[in-house]
């Protein structure tokens, strides 16, 4: 498994991460604990070292089964979680619970993440959200402190703005931003990225495979389990699916002439955009699990990403990729 260091001053992780939250929520009912454990112990034997969770996972469940899964290869592997929801167990954070970053509840729910994840240092912290109701230099002030308490190793935010990065980032170094990033959505490449590059900050993209459809085993006629997310979300219409497809066609061709699945050549376009993004697909399968991690192996030219990216300029992706009232809380 090839490395990569999560920006400037980072740890260094495998350069495909797993990302745990279908595992426990938002793909129909949890999956089996005992078979989830296997998976993540396959992932370690295979080199994946990079695990992100959060407490909204569940809640707290997902954090639960990392901490079981993990504890005898804590050492090796490098755990993320995120805080910044008012959180009760048996709640479903499906209907967005409300955002929380003040500072002591930040410490609180740092506390209860360490004894769910089994360990005594977060490796990375994410605020989950920005909360317009608290300023962000606390936020950073709070992470500060947790980071000087030995709780905490080191800071991220998901899903922030380039002006949120830029003030958090001067009160306590940000380490990396965790935010959507694919052939399908592409708008942190706007304002972003730059602030990143110029930070010494790294990417983390999740949902790098667009929730499954850029692997080409989703199209228009594909159902969805009750309690998936994508029901809900106007990408994953059924007219949506039709008109996205081309997306898909683009990927397979290009895997066509570099024996590779569309995502595969995905997962290396984002490999291939900066030597500091290091993607977090999910997944609940072994196969598939192999199959990420085999995009690694996938080299992209310059030509080829000239092709991808002047094909991908010619195609309109259809719906939003969540409803208003959760986009509304990104980019903050």
Same mark, same amino acid.
């Given at each position: 498994?090839?490395?990569?260091?999560?920006?400037?001053?980072?740890?260094?992780?495998?350069?495909?991460?797993?990302?745990?939250?279908?595992?426990?929520?938002?793909?129909?009912?949890?999956?089996?604990?005992?078979?989830?454990?296997?998976?993540?112990?396959?992932?370690?034997?295979?080199?994946?070292?990079?695990?992100?969770?959060?407490?909204?996972?569940?809640?707290?469940?997902?954090?639960?089964?990392?901490?079981?899964?993990?504890?005898?290869?804590?050492?090796?592997?490098?755990?993320?979680?995120?805080?910044?929801?008012?959180?009760?167990?048996?709640?479903?954070?499906?209907?967005?619970?409300?955002?929380?970053?003040?500072?002591?509840?930040?410490?609180?729910?740092?506390?209860?993440?360490?004894?769910?994840?089994?360990?005594? /240092?977060? &490796? *990375? $912290?994410?605020?989950?959200?920005?909360?317009?109701?608290?300023?962000?230099?606390? +936020? =950073?002030? %709070?992470?500060?402190?947790?980071?000087?308490?030995?709780?905490?190793?080191?800071?991220?935010?998901?899903?922030?703005?380039?002006?949120?990065?830029?003030?958090?980032?001067?009160?306590?170094?940000?380490?990396?931003?965790?935010?959507?990033?694919?052939?399908?959505?592409?708008?942190?490449?706007?304002?972003?990225?730059?602030?990143?590059?110029?930070?010494?900050?790294?990417?983390?993209?999740?949902?790098?495979?667009?929730?499954?459809?850029?692997?080409?085993?989703?199209?228009?006629?594909?159902?969805?389990?009750?309690?998936?997310?994508?029901?809900?979300?106007?990408?994953?219409?059924?007219?949506?699916?039709?008109?996205?497809?081309? /997306?898909? &066609? *683009? $990927?397979?061709?290009?895997?066509?002439?570099?024996?590779?699945?569309?995502?595969? +050549? =995905?997962? %290396?376009?984002?490999?291939?955009?900066?030597?500091?993004?290091?993607?977090?697909?999910?997944?609940?399968?072994?196969?598939?699990?192999?199959?990420?991690?085999?995009?690694?192996?996938?080299?992209?030219?310059?030509?080829?990403?000239?092709?991808?990216?002047?094909?991908?300029?010619?195609?309109?992706?259809?719906?939003?990729?969540?409803?208003?009232?959760?986009?509304?809380?990104?980019?903050?």
């Amino acid at each position: 498994m090839q490395k990569r260091k999560l920006g400037k001053h980072g740890p260094e992780v495998s350069a495909i991460g797993l990302g745990c939250m279908g595992m426990s929520f938002s793909l129909g009912p949890p999956k089996d604990v005992g078979e989830m454990t296997v998976l993540l112990r396959q992932a370690v034997e295979r080199g994946v070292t990079f695990f992100d969770t959060a407490e909204v996972y569940g809640p707290f469940t997902n954090e639960n089964l990392l901490g079981e899964a993990l504890a005898p290869v804590r050492d090796k592997v490098v755990l993320a979680t995120k805080f910044g929801f008012d959180l009760k167990p048996g709640s479903d954070p499906r209907h967005a619970p409300s955002l929380n970053s003040r500072p002591q509840h930040i410490k609180e729910a740092v506390e209860g993440s360490l004894k769910r994840l089994k360990t005594e /240092v977060i &490796d *990375l $912290l994410y605020q989950h959200r920005v909360d317009p109701a608290v300023p962000i230099e606390d +936020v =950073a002030g %709070a992470v500060k402190d947790l980071i000087a308490a030995g709780k905490v190793k080191y800071f991220g935010l998901s899903e922030a703005g380039a002006g949120t990065i830029r003030r958090a980032h001067a009160v306590q170094p940000v380490t990396a931003l965790q935010s959507e990033y694919s052939l399908w959505w592409r708008r942190v490449e706007d304002e972003e990225l730059p602030v990143l590059e110029e930070l010494g900050i790294a990417l983390v993209p999740f949902s790098p495979l667009g929730r499954g459809f850029l692997t080409g085993k989703i199209d228009a006629s594909t159902t969805f389990a009750d309690g998936d997310f994508r029901n809900n979300l106007p990408r994953f219409t059924q007219e949506a699916r039709k008109a996205n497809q081309a /997306v898909v &066609d *683009l $990927l397979a061709e290009i895997g066509q002439r570099k024996g590779a699945t569309p995502g595969q +050549v =995905a997962l %290396a376009w984002l490999l291939a955009q900066k030597p500091w993004i290091v993607p977090i697909p999910g997944t609940t399968r072994l196969d598939r699990l192999e199959e990420n991690i085999g995009a690694t192996a996938i080299t992209l030219t310059a030509e080829d990403l000239k092709e991808i990216d002047a094909a991908a300029a010619a195609i309109t992706v259809e719906g939003g990729r969540y409803p208003e009232r959760l986009e509304q809380m990104t980019r903050l």
